[in-house]
């Protein structure tokens, strides 16, 4: 019997057994503990803070505005993933780069009347040209990421101010505000009170993902490969289920599917996709769990590190573009220290500080769970300077637990 290729890194407490030593053999309980830690993390957090909310975060405005509040975390952290798999590396100027795009896109529009597809794709190649920048100081002339980004928080927030004038500049392009911040309806089956189509939605992606799992298990069992057990499987498919079906029934008590919501998936599959099925996705791992090697081996790690910035100031740019229509108006404050939200979710969802490892489900997650902890202290009317003490403490467990798992393991 063949034993699955399985490469694709895991984040940090996700690197137990990889495989059972027997097809199909559960994991022990210590080891499913360890496996899924932010995500048993995730739910005993949410339930947390609906009991202390008194039910108020399960509204279904409140659900619905879980993902949209932390729209630009959950796209940049798939970026800012990329960057910190090189080696522990960072970019300090994501908020500087999401202020500035949609600096651009809100004085484009309102200034020079351009529309909003125009808008979009000078801004998308501005966003590029940024990362390019980032990406030739870090990768060709081996300026350290650090110093590198520091520099471009402050020289792209600065040049955001000057376009912005100091002004706070609304958005009212409604065909902009469309494309990123409207919500999907279908004219007579979605209701005063229940939109059908996001629960129909809920269903079908609930359906698919049956399917694909059970088409999965057919090939991998027809070219003999090892498979987890049926029951724990399905059990995890059951469960995954269960959320979206659960998610698209409180969304579709409130406005329906928000369109928001299909662009973060788009760009979170995409990333999912690059970083665990292409050899392009595995040199990010490659460079982080051992540059040298990776060198030796025939890999241009310049390339690496430029493609690692460059994307990721796309998704900063991009994320400008969302936020700008989500709040409606642009000013000098844009983006302030969302960087450090999207660096905390990576490390709070499993990405390893030392580089090498984590993976594009673990930082969603722990964008998920910082989401939940900020939009939880808010309903509960927890003084905001109470919020970043215990956003603090969670991301140095997160860390802590990382270092501790290195040193077992003898990475560190």
């Not at 729209?71 to 300090?92: E, F, K, P, R, W």
């Not at 900063?316 to 905390?344: K, N, P």
Request: with cysteine; glycine share 10%; proline share 2%.
């Amino acid at each position: 019997m063949k034993t699955e290729s399985n490469s694709k890194p895991t984040a940090a407490g996700d690197t137990l057994a990889a495989t059972s030593a027997v097809a199909g053999e559960p994991l022990g309980f210590s080891a499913y503990i360890k496996k899924y830690t932010m995500t048993i993390a995730l739910v005993v957090v949410f339930i947390f803070f609906a009991v202390l909310t008194e039910g108020r975060l399960l509204y279904a405005q409140n659900i619905s505005n879980l993902l949209l509040q932390n729209a630009y975390v959950l796209v940049m952290a798939c970026g800012m993933l990329l960057c910190i798999l090189t080696g522990g590396n960072v970019d300090l100027s994501v908020g500087a780069t999401l202020c500035l795009v949609a600096a651009l896109a809100a004085q484009l529009m309102d200034k020079f009347g351009m529309n909003a597809y125009l808008t979009i794709a000078v801004c998308l190649a501005v966003s590029v040209g940024i990362g390019a920048w980032q990406g030739f100081w870090i990768g060709h002339i081996h300026i350290p990421p650090f110093i590198a980004t520091l520099s471009g928080m402050f020289l792209f927030r600065g040049v955001g101010r000057v376009l912005l004038a100091s002004k706070t500049v609304a958005i009212s392009n409604k065909t902009f505000l469309d494309i990123f911040s409207s919500y999907i309806t279908v004219p007579g089956l979605d209701k005063e009170g229940i939109c059908w189509s996001a629960v129909i939605v809920g269903a079908l992606v609930a359906i698919i993902l049956i399917v694909l799992t059970v088409v999965n298990r057919a090939k991998k069992a027809k070219n003999g490969y090892e498979m987890k057990s049926a029951v724990s499987e399905f059990a995890q498919v059951a469960v995954i289920d269960l959320l979206i079906l659960a998610y698209t029934w409180q969304i579709a008590h409130y406005k329906g599917i928000p369109v928001m919501l299909l662009w973060i998936l788009l760009i979170v599959l995409l990333y999912a996709f690059i970083t665990s099925k292409t050899a392009f996705g595995r040199y990010f791992y490659a460079v982080g769990g051992n540059e040298k090697a990776t060198k030796l081996s025939g890999i241009d790690t310049k390339k690496v590190y430029f493609w690692a910035y460059c994307s990721m100031s796309i998704l900063a740019g991009f994320s400008g573009l969302l936020m700008a229509a989500r709040i409606g108006s642009v000013s000098g404050d844009t983006g302030l220290t969302y960087e450090l939200d999207t660096i905390g979710a990576c490390f709070i969802g499993g990405a390893s500080a030392y580089g090498g490892s984590g993976t594009v489900p673990g930082v969603i997650i722990g964008a998920i769970l910082l989401g939940v902890i900020n939009q939880g202290m808010s309903i509960y009317g927890l003084d905001n300077n109470w919020q970043y003490v215990v956003k603090g403490a969670v991301l140095l467990i997160a860390v802590i637990f990382d270092v501790v798992s290195n040193h077992k393991t003898g990475k560190a």
